[in-house]
């Protein structure tokens, strides 16, 4: 027996009542039963539970535990629905069956551009009766990983308050097997694994991968920073960066005269402290350097914000801290009146950011640069921390 449980969500990740849900079965062995209906309405908390079952005996029943099968669970008329595969053992059926669940998982991006992409998803681990299980460790696979190229970032070690797990995957054609070609990856799509706790069921997720065409280079954007100086302002709160950007077309020649937007957006900020550590061997219980301890990596929560008429994601402030502590200036004092900028006889143009001291080191940073070549956007960027 195997409890399904359908949750479904709205733009916040909080349960719909009252949601009609449909779970199909494809199985080819015709061994899988739904007990009960196949077409639901979601509880008070969003949840739709589908108990499935399997014959004691059966002819085909090799052929299930070799294949597996897969549900299908269908919501808003057919136009929004999420396939599972779920794995099949022969485990002895006299032992209680481990009905934990992991809910079908949920992408900020479900279509992914081939020539490289990135999605956050998030899955959510329940028990039989809907309810999310926190503090629980939800492992994850991509198939096909060293040939495709897709890696992933886990924002967590275990599952939050809500029962929820995310991670950040992304890819390039840089990135891809150079036997592995991008009409093969459209064909096999993304398939991600995922395993819950103890239990043995692998449950199997699938992101679409698209074609494009093949851009057609027209120029690039280089960003650039001083990366063994930097300045100190006179109050000495603040770090002056130096940065230059250079706007090339595509055989290198410099384009002067260029309008440039640029952008600095933090991506990760960090927790930890420092502390006096005895670094001799053996320990003689005396302390001689001064380490960050306990560094952890935060790159949530964040927000969409509207800049310029475009979405971007930052880092949301926590516990009453910002973390948009970057500004550009002309120089000491003199702030720059805006963020756009026109290229010299040499194609480029430098700058300086500033950043209070507090942050050096705890703050990872994006430098964006974009302009328009020949009618096509064209855009380059830099971290530094």
């Given at each position: 027996q195997l409890t399904v449980t359908v949750r479904a969500l709205d733009a916040n990740k909080g349960g719909v009542s009252?949601?009609?849900?449909?779970?199909?079965?494809?199985?080819?062995?015709?061994?899988?039963?739904?007990?009960?209906?196949?077409?639901?309405?979601?509880?008070?908390?969003?949840?739709?539970?589908?108990?499935?079952?399997?014959?004691?005996?059966?002819?085909?029943l090799t052929d299930l535990i070799n294949n597996g099968f897969k549900i299908v669970a269908t919501t808003n008329d057919g136009k929004l629905n999420q396939e599972q595969t779920i794995a099949v053992t022969g485990a002895d059926t006299t032992?209680?069956?481990?009905?934990?669940?992991?809910?079908?998982?949920?992408?900020?991006?479900?279509?992914?551009?081939?020539?490289?992409?990135?999605?956050t998803i998030t899955l959510t681990a329940v028990d039989a009766n809907g309810a999310t299980l926190s503090k629980q460790a939800i492992s994850l696979k991509v198939k096909n990983s060293a040939l495709n190229g897709v890696k992933f970032t886990p924002n967590a070690t275990q599952t939050d308050a809500n029962g929820q797990i995310t991670y950040t995957l992304a890819f390039n054609e840089s990135q891809r097997a150079t036997n592995?070609?991008?009409?093969?990856?459209?064909?096999?799509?993304?398939?991600?694994?995922?395993?819950?706790?103890?239990?043995?069921?692998?449950?199997?997720?699938?992101?679409?991968?698209?074609?494009?065409?093949?851009?057609?280079?027209?120029?690039?954007?280089?960003?650039?920073?001083n990366p063994t100086k930097i300045e100190d302002s006179a109050t000495g709160v603040y770090y002056?960066?130096?940065?230059?950007?250079?706007?090339?077309?595509?055989?290198?020649?410099?384009?002067?005269?260029?309008?440039?937007?640029?952008?600095?957006?933090?991506?990760t900020y960090y927790k930890g402290n420092y502390s006096f550590v005895d670094t001799d061997t053996p320990p003689d219980n005396k302390a001689?350097?001064?380490?960050?301890?306990?560094?952890?990596?935060?790159?949530?929560?964040?927000?969409?914000?509207?800049?310029?008429?475009?979405?971007?994601?930052?880092?949301?402030?926590?516990?009453?801290?910002?973390?948009q502590v970057i500004s550009f200036i002309k120089g000491e004092g003199i702030p720059a009146t805006d963020n756009k900028y026109t290229t010299d006889a040499n194609g480029r143009f430098d700058l300086q950011i500033q950043y209070p001291k507090l942050y050096a080191s705890w703050l990872v940073a994006q430098l964006t640069a974009e302009a328009t070549v020949a009618n096509t956007m064209i855009n380059g960027s830099t971290s530094f921390r």
């Open positions: 009252a949601i009609p849900v449909t779970l199909s079965i494809i199985d080819p062995t015709d061994n899988v039963r739904n007990s009960g209906v196949a077409k639901q309405i979601t509880d008070e908390s969003g949840n739709a539970v589908f108990i499935l079952t399997t014959p004691a005996t059966s002819t085909t032992i209680g069956a481990d009905t934990t669940s992991i809910v079908l998982f949920d992408a900020t991006k479900t279509s992914l551009n081939v020539r490289g992409d990135q999605t592995y070609n991008a009409a093969t990856f459209v064909t096999e799509d993304l398939i991600l694994e995922a395993n819950f706790g103890q239990s043995t069921k692998v449950y199997t997720y699938k992101l679409d991968v698209v074609d494009s065409a093949v851009p057609s280079p027209v120029g690039a954007i280089t960003v650039s920073y002056y960066q130096n940065v230059s950007v250079q706007v090339t077309d595509v055989d290198g020649k410099p384009i002067p005269n260029q309008d440039v937007v640029v952008g600095v957006n933090p991506t001689d350097e001064y380490w960050i301890l306990n560094q952890t990596t935060c790159t949530s929560p964040t927000i969409v914000v509207n800049s310029d008429g475009k979405k971007v994601t930052q880092l949301k402030p926590a516990n009453g801290h910002t973390v």
